[in-house]
């Protein structure tokens, strides 16, 4: 029974240990993620974050 056990026991610890080969190759300057869906543009954003900073750092 014990011996079972550790059997299992290390089959278990030693499949956590795989790790996939597949290795992603990108080109510097080149994004080849994903299309941004946001629907402000970066200046949008940049004002709503810059308005939440002034709100939080009032006190400094």
């Not at 059997?7 to 795989?18: D, E, G, N, R, T």
């Amino acid at each position: 029974m014990m011996r079972s056990f550790f059997l299992i026991a290390l089959v278990m610890s030693l499949s956590a240990c795989y790790e996939d080969g597949d290795v992603t190759l990108h080109q510097a300057g080149e994004y080849k993620g994903k299309l941004d869906t946001h629907s402000q543009t970066a200046e949008q954003r940049e004002a709503i974050l810059a308005k939440r900073f002034g709100q939080v750092q009032t006190d400094r």
